[in-house]
């Protein structure tokens, strides 16, 4: 059961820990008048009355009023520049070059607690410490080799789909361009999410199919679903951000997801973060570790010819040979 956990929690974390997704609906109503009439009495035997001056004509009813025209629903690129704006603005993000983030995590179904430091710097370097229940877990990415280790696995170099997880999901500017790599995302308007009235956007034929929840109110990124990928299975991940928390970024003040709900395969993990720090980080810290720097100096295995037995291409019988003629015999 551990490593299920481990696994989940290890996979879940990383792809949340350095980027994270928001809604407002629009009601319209309408009223209908009802016009009464009085039925007339029944006429008594009375005497003529003197003739009724004729009522003047009544006024016309003013022309009812033009419906409101139906408020435009926002492109995916206008609402990104929307949550960038709410979370402090482009220039603030890009002012920073290095941060260093803790936080605690909580898996209470799984009896699991424990804390994490996050550590990444501009160009694209990461270092993330965890230790979960008792199980210490370090993953990295030095610009050009992502690795973990952990008590269970060991040391790995990670390759396929792990690796470009971890590039991918480790840029801590990733909310700034968080589309780029896909080539649809369509807005499928409001829908309830967490509680909120969210814009829902659909991000697919990228890395990795996403939605994204747009708040309508605050215009931050609310939650998201994706499909994390790892080189033998797909999980689907379950992002809540419940609450947003303000830090004195360099280039200015900035908003950073505070607490998040992460739930994959039917486990929840709570994840809050404790501190943000924007200072500079060693280089040292992201050098590779012994055991993965002499697992990645190791040359990768040569590709083999396929066997007889293992090729099941469609060849062409080849052309029978016609039997050699026997030798002429005189007469």
């Known amino acids: 059961m551990r490593p299920t956990r481990l696994t989940t929690a290890l996979v879940a974390f990383t792809s949340i820990a350095i980027a994270t997704a928001s809604g407002n609906a629009l009601a319209l109503g309408g009223a209908v008048a009802a016009a009464q009439t009085t039925p007339a009495a029944a006429p008594a035997t009375v005497a003529p009355a003197a003739p009724v001056a004729p009522a003047a004509p009544a006024a016309p009813a003013a022309p009812a009023a033009p419906a409101a025209p139906a408020a435009k629903t926002p492109t995916a690129d206008e609402l990104l520049k929307l949550h960038v704006a709410a979370i402090g603005g482009e220039a603030a993000h890009l002012a920073i070059k290095s941060i ?19 550590q990444a710097v501009d160009p694209q370097q990461f270092l993330m410490t965890m230790n979960l229940g008792g199980i210490a877990i370090r993953q990295g990415f030095d610009g050009k080799v992502a690795w973990a280790i952990d008590s269970l696995q060991g040391p790995r170099v990670l390759d396929g789909r792990e690796a470009e997880r971890v590039r991918r999901d ?32 659909i991000a697919t ?39 947003y928390r303000e830090f ?19 486990q929840k993990m709570i994840v809050t973060t404790d501190d943000v720090q924007f200072g500079p980080i060693d280089e040292k810290v992201f050098a590779l570790p012994v055991e993965i720097a002499a697992l990645a100096a190791q040359p990768q295995p040569a590709a083999t010819a396929p066997t007889k037995a293992d090729d099941k291409s469609t060849v062409a019988p080849a052309k029978p040979v016609d039997a050699p003629k026997p030798p002429a015999t005189g007469k």
């Open 100 to 118: 260093t983030t803790k936080n605690t995590i909580d898996m209470a179904a799984a009896g699991m607690k424990g804390t994490a430091i996050t």
């Open 170 to 201: 480790t840029d801590f500017r990733r909310d700034l361009g968080l589309f780029k790599d896909y080539a649809s995302v369509v807005v499928k308007g409001v829908r309830p999410f967490a509680g909120r009235d969210a814009f829902e956007v």
């Open 205 to 243: 034929k990228g890395p990795g199919d996403m939605t994204v929840f747009f708040d309508t109110e605050s215009h931050v990124i609310r939650g998201m679903n994706v499909v994390v990928e790892t080189n033998s299975v797909s999980m689907p991940v379950e992002t809540i951000i419940n609450e």
């Open 248 to 266: 004195d970024g360099p280039g200015g003040k900035i908003k950073m997801p505070a607490r998040s709900e992460v739930t994959t395969n039917g």
